[in-house]
């Protein structure tokens, strides 16, 4: 059935690509949700775990999860209607107010339904109706989340990079992108080589490098896409976060000894190793002379 449904799908490229492009859109409206609510949910079951543990009876308050209370405007407090709720048509209709307040509305959340878009669109071109495809649209989606949620909290959570890095796995038990044995290689070096680093940061300077959340994607990225890939990922992430890190201090005048999140560049470099990382390492060969 399966196979039929993906012969069907390649049939028609672009029917196939506007139809992720759509769906795409759609998760990503679910992301803004996910970016916002998970980091919420994980305070108050902290706070509800310490009062127990302290004997208090844990505080009474809404039910709040991914899906209650309904999204509504955070000034006038109006319900959101299924039709303001279309990603970017909705934000462009109404010109980026609340229908009955006119609060401005953050460009943010369109931006994001746009982006989680593109990357499926991209995922889609590059790969067409094939198990690749389905396989790195989850991973795509997972890294939005985890980007905006590390970019607003300096976390990444294990109830999104634990999943992600089993997915990675389950994938490959099946010779997605590499072999099982590459896959669980990837995770362990991915997970061990940012611990090594963190320790002997931590060592030398007396000072916290990182957090344990990096630790878990980088392996969660080795799962996916295997041990070789990992040299790429970190040396893109690196890359990319220095130069990132130098331009907000010379430009921006941020102080330097405010800690940027990392999760952002490991999870750009993990969906750019994803696409290109082939094409990337066979360039530095042929750059550095080596075949």
């Not at 706070?47 to 009474?60: G, V």
């Not at 976060?241 to 430009?251: M, P, R, S």
Request: with cysteine; charged share 10%.
């Amino acid at each position: 059935m399966f196979d039929g449904i993906i012969q069907l799908l390649n049939a028609d490229p672009i029917l196939f690509m506007v139809c992720v492009f759509i769906f795409s859109l759609l998760v990503g409206s679910f992301l803004n949700v996910v970016a916002y609510r998970l980091p919420i949910m994980m305070r108050h079951q902290a706070e509800d775990d310490y009062l127990e543990f302290s004997e208090q009876d844990p505080k009474e308050r809404a039910l709040f999860n991914l899906s209650t209370p309904h999204s509504a405007c955070p000034k006038c407090k109006s319900a959101i209607k299924p039709w303001q709720n279309i990603p970017v048509i909705s934000y462009l209709w109404l010109k980026g107010k609340c229908a009955n307040c006119q609060n401005p509305i953050s460009a943010r959340y369109p931006a994001v339904e746009l982006t989680t878009a593109l990357l499926g669109l991209l995922v889609a071109y590059q790969f067409g109706a094939t198990w690749q495809c389905a396989a790195l649209l989850i991973f795509s989606y997972f890294l939005v989340a985890l980007t905006l949620i590390d970019m607003d909290e300096y976390l990444l959570p294990d109830s999104l990079t634990l999943p992600l890095m089993w997915v990675g796995l389950f994938a490959n038990s099946f010779s997605v992108f590499t072999s099982l044995e590459n896959a669980v290689y990837g995770a362990m070096a991915g997970y061990l080589s940012l611990w090594s680093i963190y320790w002997l940061f931590k060592l030398v300077t007396g000072k916290e490098g990182m957090g344990y959340g990096d630790f878990k994607l980088l392996a969660a990225i080795g799962a996916f896409l295997g041990w070789q890939a990992l040299p790429v990922v970190i040396l893109l992430s690196s890359v990319v976060g220095a130069v990132v890190g130098v331009l907000g201090i010379v430009i921006l005048g941020r102080d330097k000894n405010i800690a940027i999140p990392f999760g952002p560049y490991l999870a750009a470099a993990g969906f750019i190793a994803a696409l290109w990382g082939n094409d990337i390492t066979a360039a530095y060969f042929q750059f550095a002379g080596i075949r």
